[in-house]
Every structure is written in C-alpha cells, then in structure tokens.
C-alpha cells in the first residue's frame, strides 16, 4: 500500500540549533500537510502544501514540497524548548480527505 | 469553539468488555475520521465519514470494530469484545477543507 516515509525517527539538538526532518513517498502526493505533537497530547495542523515547488514559512519554520510531488521537508531554525515535540508529514494521495497517510513521525528533544 | 471534543478521556476496561469511545466533531465540518495511534504502528486511520456516510473502513482491524455516525454532531467507535492488544490512544479529527483538528484522544488500557 502506499507508504510515506520520515526520517530521522529520533533527533537530539541544542537549543539554538537547526533541525530538519524530511519525508519520502514513492508515489506522487496530491499534497502533504505537516502536523505537531507535543508529549501527551494530540496532533496539532501546521501547514498543507499543495504546489509542486511550494516553499512556505511560519516564523522559524520553513516547509518546502519537491518538485516532483514525492518528497518534503520542515526545517527549524535555532530551536526553543517550545519546539520539542513529534512532528508528522501527512501525504493525501487522491484528493479525497480519507487517503491523508501519516509518517512515523520525527521525534525532537531540544536541550537547553 | 470547543473543537473536537471526544470521550471518554481514559478507559481501563477487562479483556472481553464492551468499549463505546464517542466524538463529537467541529460544527460545519463534513468529514470525521477515526485513528489509533500505538508506539509501533503510528497513527493509523480506522475509518472516515463524509457528510455521516462511512466511506472508507479498510483500516479497521477486524469485525470486532465497528463505527457509526448517526448525525453530523456525533460519532461512536465500539470495541467488542476488547483484547490487550486494542490497548492504544484512539484520536477523532474532524474537517471541512485542508488540515484535520483532532480531539484529544481516549487512552484505552484493556487489561
């Protein structure tokens, strides 16, 4: 079935250094959302992309969609404590709402 | 607004009991989906409704699970009977368009 890939699972950073988690699909994603969970709670949406391309920012947070549709990435700059969390790629291959496939999701510990 | 409200928040219950977890969506939202979310599985998607019409239930793991949605302002996800392994935290999320906003999720503990 379809699959979308995440990694790293797991990512240690200092607080003030960059992170990055990327997520992979091997079939071409009608768009991909991202999603943030803190420890014990509940996912929260981030950001839907949907343009071949696309580049979006949130403050400290830049999302980026392949070109090819496969492939996307959310980087953070200078972590805060805030940050920590797992955070989830979440790729729609139909463009109906039922076929959002979650990844495994990146794990972020930021030391202060 | 009070966002997806779902209940119970946890539930210990005994291998064979009957397990009823409700959801109550965003109003104006038109799609619900039900998941289970477990350390080595992820988040899976058990089933979604559109418009209180179940669309896709291929992810329930078996006939022990069963879901309804008998109006747009609520949803049930019942377990019988329940096994250790159903143990996990189970998520309703509600949409219109775009993201999905979850609920805060049940805690099930079968023992």
């Known amino acids: 079935g379809q699959q979308v890939m995440q990694i790293p699972q797991y990512q240690h950073v200092q607080e003030g250094e960059d992170f990055t988690t990327y997520c992979n699909s091997s079939?071409?994603?009608?768009?991909i959302q991202w999603y943030k969970q803190r420890p014990g709670g509940h996912p929260v949406f981030l950001i839907q992309l949907v343009k071949s391309g696309e580049v979006k920012k949130q403050k400290r947070l830049t999302f980026q969609f392949g070109e090819a549709k496969k492939n996307s990435s959310l980087h953070i700059t200078a972590t805060q404590t805030t940050d920590v969390g797992t955070y989830f790629c979440a790729g729609n291959y139909g463009g109906s709402q039922g076929n959002l496939i979650f990844g495994k999701g990146t794990k972020l510990s930021v030391k202060p | 607004d009070a966002g997806v409200i779902q209940s119970p928040r946890h539930e210990v219950t005994e291998m064979g009991q009957e397990v009823t977890l409700r959801c109550k969506p965003i109003?104006?939202?038109?799609?619900l989906f039900w998941y289970r979310q477990t350390m080595m599985r992820g988040l899976e998607l058990l089933i979604y409704?559109?418009?209180?019409?179940?669309?896709?239930d291929s992810g329930m793991p078996e006939d022990r699970f069963s879901a309804k949605m008998p109006n747009a302002s609520f949803s049930t996800l019942k377990i019988q009977p329940s096994e250790p392994r159903d143990s996990a935290v189970y998520f309703c999320?509600?949409?219109?368009?775009?993201?999905?906003?979850f609920g805060s999720g049940t805690r099930l503990t079968v023992v």
């Open positions: 109003s104006g939202h038109n799609s």
């Open positions: 079939t071409t994603l009608s768009n």
């Open positions: 409704f559109n418009n209180n019409v179940p669309i896709d």
């Open positions: 999320a509600s949409s219109l368009r775009g993201g999905y906003t």
